[in-house]
């Protein structure tokens, strides 16, 4: 079975062919990112006017890529939620008009559930497993129960930890997205040159809170600047990153412990960051457990992911009609 999956939810307009869930036939991707860096941030409008312009070719390059008509396709998923607002409507409109005109069934996907999906077509991950999410709007340990039963075991009750790794770059002087500049520059840096306070969250022990650390960095370097001191940032950068991920992998390894997962998986774009990537394997090696991390082509937003999950969600009987909306925001446990 094909299906052609499109996602417009950020700055990324993409389509792609994926055959039964997990073979990719074709993963085509443009991206506005160049432009937003001038901004330092994504500017939505920006988005939303190169996702109308480019989504006719995007689509069509898919198909030609996967050597295929819309005759050859057998659903049309689309992420519908959450994302940016004016973004996610070219897409499913793109999306409804296709299905309708070429009377295909349509799919709705949640953007988070697609980076999930990744992971189905990386590696051969099945679920029940134990999932850390981590991208530039979300960081979450979801429970994957099955392909379309999820729950929320930790969340974070402030800024995501790619939104943190993005703020702490700009305010580094680093090019936008801060996440991978943070990478990049931490290879030169030392990770223990600074300590930032271990941030404490009162009520569920399995949830993250990135806004104090953002700030200890801020604080760091006003301190510095009014000293008249130099800080290197690759150091900063480095220790930084080293906060971020000690917290996330500490309480990715309390939920695994108390529940007794012997499956882990990981996604989302920060799923991309190589200290998270070692400091997961190992974790995974002192425990015994398996492994799963998504190749880096499909840690970022694209749409095989999303067809790959429209894969399992029509096999489980989801289907949108033209009355179909986009959601900026919704739960990953939602079937709206
Ligand atoms: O999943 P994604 O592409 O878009 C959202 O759904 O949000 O994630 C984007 C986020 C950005 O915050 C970006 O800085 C971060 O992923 N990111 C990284 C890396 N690559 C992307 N963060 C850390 N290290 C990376 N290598
Ligand atoms: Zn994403």
Request: hydrophobic share 40%.
């Amino acid at each position: 079975m094909k299906i052609l999956g499109i996602e417009s939810s950020c700055d990324e307009t993409a389509a792609a062919v994926v055959e039964d869930g997990r073979k990719v036939l074709s993963n085509v991707i443009a991206t506005s990112l160049e432009e937003h860096k001038l901004y330092g941030g994504v500017v939505p409008e920006i988005a939303s006017r190169r996702h109308a312009e480019s989504i006719s070719g995007v689509v069509e390059e898919a198909l030609r890529q996967a050597d295929c008509t819309m005759d050859g396709i057998d659903a049309v998923a689309v992420t519908y939620a959450p994302g940016l607002i004016g973004a996610l409507l070219v897409g499913v409109n793109f999306a409804k008009g296709l299905a309708l005109a070429t009377d295909k069934p349509l799919v709705p996907v949640h953007h988070i559930r697609g980076h999930i999906a990744s992971n189905y077509i990386s590696n051969d991950a099945e679920p029940p497993f134990l999932c850390l999410v981590v991208s530039g709007g979300h960081s979450h340990i979801v429970a994957v129960n099955s392909y379309t039963d999820f729950e929320v075991i930790g969340r974070t009750r402030d800024d995501a930890a790619g939104e943190a790794l993005d703020k702490a770059g700009r305010t580094m002087g680093l090019e936008y997205p801060g996440g991978v500049s943070i990478d990049k520059i931490s290879t030169e840096g030392d990770e223990n040159a600074f300590t930032f306070p271990k941030p404490k969250v009162t009520g569920s022990p399995y949830d993250f809170s990135f806004s104090g650390l953002k700030t200890s960095v801020i604080n760091t370097l006003h301190n510095a600047e009014q000293k008249g001191e130099e800080i290197s940032i690759p150091d900063l950068a480095a220790s930084f990153q080293k906060s971020v991920v000690d917290c996330l992998i500490g309480n990715l390894e309390a939920v695994a412990s108390d529940r007794g997962y012997g499956k882990i998986v990981i996604a989302g774009g920060v799923s991309a960051n190589r200290k998270l990537r070692a400091e997961a394997q190992k974790m995974c090696a002192r425990h015994g457990w398996q492994l799963f991390l998504p190749e880096l082509k499909y840690c970022g937003d694209n749409a095989a992911m999303i067809a790959s999950q429209g894969y399992y969600e029509y096999l489980a009987g989801r289907r949108a009609d033209e009355s179909l909306n986009a959601y900026a925001t919704m739960q990953i446990e939602e079937n709206l």
